[in-house]
């Protein structure tokens, strides 16, 4: 069970869903990771609890989706298969949540900017990947389009996964999972998500509808700043801004995680 791409890709499908919903959920996963993570996390379960369905999707690439791991053409593939889904996806009469995290959270933003007449009544980010690496030395930046256009798949870049989480036992299950993508990023895939980055930070003011932003203070992985930009940016009337103290990158999965699920669950219930 899954969706189509219009290049006709399948993108596998996960969902918990409860009877009499009062909201659903479509979440959107992080770099290498894949959908079925938040069943061993248990955060789609708590939403249940809450009373909320909750739909996710693996990216292209990714998890249990077609595609070569880790690998994309143009970034805007990822927008158009999250509007497709969205579309499929959107219920008729009660609220719609986007909720997203790390590479996702870029996606979210992304697609907001581009759909406006997207279907969603709130967004919530969690460590959102949106502010690109101002410590990249001028020369990598200009060669980076060189090296996306002639090695598109050519491993390039690894980032720190012994850091996602203080908790030993996630970053144990996280080594030992083979559904989780673990190698280098590939050149173009880099090079797209630093362009998207930067087109995003410039357009944040399209963004108008409620929006939480919730962010590790410790998370080595994407840059707090960025989500203090993208709150600041936002011409949102009803937007929230959250920092963990102590938190690592993956908020849901830090030994604090029920503090962060409860936040959320109650932004969430202020709003219904």
Same mark, same amino acid.
């Not at 990714?62 to 996806?89: C, N, P, Y």
């Not at 720190?160 to 083979?178: F, G, H, L, N, T």
């Not at 108008?208 to 993208?230: A, C, E, F, W």
């Given at each position: ?35 079925? %993570? ?10 249940? %609890?809450?009373?909320? *369905?909750?739909?996710?999707?693996? !990216? ?13 053409? %143009? ?7 999250? #509007?497709?889904i969205a ?6 009469? =009660? ?12 996606? #979210? ?10 279907? !969603? ?7 959102? #990947? ?8 001028? /020369?990598?930046?200009? /060669?980076?389009?060189? =090296? ?16 996602? *989480? ?7 299950r996280y080594?030992?999972?083979?559904? /989780? ?22 357009? !944040? ?15 080595? =992985? ?13 011409? *949102? ?6 920092? !963990? ?22 932004? =969430?219930?202020?709003?219904?």
């Amino acid at each position: 069970m899954g969706y189509i791409t219009s290049d006709n890709l399948n993108l596998h499908k996960n969902e918990w869903l409860v009877i009499n919903p009062k909201a659903i959920i479509l979440l959107l996963h992080g770099l290498g990771e894949y959908s079925g %993570r938040y069943e061993y996390n248990q955060l789609a379960k708590s939403f249940n %609890r809450a009373g909320i *369905s909750v739909t996710s999707f693996d !990216f292209r690439g990714g998890g249990k989706s077609d595609g070569l791991v880790g690998h994309i053409d %143009r970034f805007i593939q990822l927008t158009e298969d999250l #509007a497709m889904i969205a579309e499929a996806e959107k219920p008729k009469d =009660i609220p719609f949540i986007l909720l997203s995290h790390s590479l996702g959270g870029l996606i #979210a933003t992304r697609y907001l900017i581009d759909y406006k007449d997207h279907p !969603f009544d709130m967004a919530i980010f969690s460590a959102p #990947a949106v502010k690109s690496d101002d410590s990249m030395a001028p /020369i990598l930046r200009k /060669i980076a389009p060189i =090296i996306s256009k002639l090695f598109p798949k050519l491993p390039v870049a690894k980032f720190a996964q012994d850091m996602i *989480s203080k908790d030993p036992e996630v970053r144990s299950r996280y080594q030992s999972d083979p559904l /989780i993508y673990k190698g280098k990023i590939r050149a173009r895939k880099g090079y797209e998500v630093m362009m998207s980055m930067e087109y995003v930070m410039e357009r !944040f003011t399209a963004i108008d509808l409620p929006i939480l932003v919730m962010h590790g203070v410790d998370d080595k =992985i994407t840059d707090p700043l960025g989500s203090q930009m993208l709150f600041d940016g936002v011409s *949102s009337n009803d937007k929230s801004l959250k920092y !963990f103290d102590g938190l690592y990158h993956e908020i849901f999965n830090e030994p604090e995680r029920g503090e962060v699920i409860d936040y959320t669950i109650d932004w =969430i219930g202020e709003r219904l």
